[in-house]
């Protein structure tokens, strides 16, 4: 039998950054990940921007941006942070709502501006911008390397004394006295003061038998990619005027986002991936004439309103860090400072607050949605 503090299930960003910011405060954390590279973060596009429709998302990602630019001095090694620069392009009917939230990052102290389309025009020449009245835009967000990222925050949490265990499957969670005391690996029992649950699709399943229940849904997100000399130089950017996204990929490439509805199945097929192309083709005119040279594509837990649920779930023992919703990545320092914070008792983090599981009980809260596609 293994004893911990803190047993965290799941190593994808999210439980390695809070392994990591646990094991920097001297808390004996065990983590534990099945393997095999099907979560989400072995496939996200690591885009790192600070706009949101809800002010909180924004400051979770203000708190981390700072983070992943001085990776080597917080963390250790390399995350591959690129400042691209982000782009948001929006309609008429949204110009006002770009101007709120430019507003709203001013006030957390990130960095943002609106351009007009001229202004973007000349700074990305090659793009389309029929349609676009106004583009928010922030200079010193990009994108990173999610698998470099994950690593180094499992390195250096190792490094600090956690012990990292890949290839570990959670089979169940123990429940004992109406609490939450561990979990079992194969023929191990790994008994904890507390777990953490940051298994994303793996969280239902190790929910059972606790008698707390998180409302998630699961949906497959994807990305496609394509390298050619004659693509032009692209930001991090959402178009939020016909829903997609893109961002530079490696040499003089872009990655795009293709759009897979509630499919549960497996990777796109070529209609999806023309469809995508079709869409970012509006934009980057050049990318009509080339097929995607790669794509990728993982599972997410969704909740009602988009949103994760961090924070303890009601029974002694089990702390939720699930429902990542399809932007976790872009947070993962700032929630795994705040949850590691919150674990060793340093009381409850107000930038986790809007998070709580308790917001699905009761009335419904009303979802902030300024935008049509972010
Ligand atoms: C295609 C795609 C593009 C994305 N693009 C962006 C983006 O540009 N920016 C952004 O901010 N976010 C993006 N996201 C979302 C972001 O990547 C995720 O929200 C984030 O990576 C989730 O991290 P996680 O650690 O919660 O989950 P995961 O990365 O899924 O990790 C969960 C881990 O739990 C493990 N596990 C599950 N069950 C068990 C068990 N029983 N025992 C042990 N281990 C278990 C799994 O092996 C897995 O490694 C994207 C996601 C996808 C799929």
């Known amino acids: 039998m293994t004893t911990a503090d803190v047993l965290v299930a799941g190593a994808g960003v999210v439980g390695a950054s809070i392994a990591f910011h646990l094991a920097g405060r001297g808390v004996r954390v065990v983590v534990c990940d099945e393997g095999g590279g099907r979560g989400a973060t072995a496939w996200s596009a690591g885009q790192v921007r600070l706009a949101h429709s809800d002010p909180a998302d924004a400051r979770l990602a203000a708190l981390s941006l700072p983070v992943f630019e001085r990776w080597a001095e917080a963390v250790g090694g390399d995350c591959g942070f690129r400042a691209t620069g982000f782009a948001l392009l929006v309609d008429e009917d949204r110009r006002e709502a770009a101007v709120t939230t430019v507003k709203e990052l001013d006030a957390l102290g990130a960095e943002a501006v609106l351009l007009t389309p001229e202004e973007y025009a000349r700074r990305r020449p090659g793009l389309r911008t029929d349609g676009v009245a106004a583009v928010l835009f922030e200079p010193r967000s990009g994108y990173a390397d999610p698998g470099a990222t994950t690593r180094s925050l499992l390195e250096r949490a190792a490094a ?215």
């Open 160 to 374: 600090l004394g956690a012990e990292v265990r890949t290839g570990a499957r959670i089979d169940r969670l123990i429940v004992r006295g109406g609490a939450v005391r561990g979990g079992r690996v194969g023929d191990e029992v790994v008994s904890a003061a507390e777990v953490v649950l940051a298994a994303n699709t793996g969280g239902p399943a190790l929910l059972e038998g606790t008698g707390v229940e998180v409302p998630l849904t699961t949906a497959r997100i994807g990305w496609a990619a394509v390298q050619a000399a004659d693509l032009p130089q692209v930001d991090v950017t959402i178009d939020d005027t016909i829903g997609t996204y893109f961002r530079p990929w490696r040499e003089r490439g872009v990655l795009y986002r293709v759009p897979m509805g509630d499919r549960t199945g497996g990777p796109a097929g070529p209609e999806l991936l023309d469809h995508a192309r079709s869409l970012v083709a509006q934009r980057v005119p050049v990318l009509a004439g080339h097929h995607a040279t790669t794509s990728g594509a993982a599972l997410e837990t969704h909740t009602p309103d988009g949103k994760p649920v961090f924070g303890r779930a009601g029974v002694p023992g089990l702390y939720l860090a699930l429902g990542p919703s399809g932007g976790g990545f872009k947070s993962a320092p700032a929630v795994g400072r705040a949850v590691a914070a919150e674990l060793d008792g340093a009381g409850p983090a107000g930038e986790l607050e809007p998070y709580r599981l308790a917001r699905f009980t009761g009335a419904p809260r009303r979802a902030v949605r300024h935008y049509r596609h972010m």
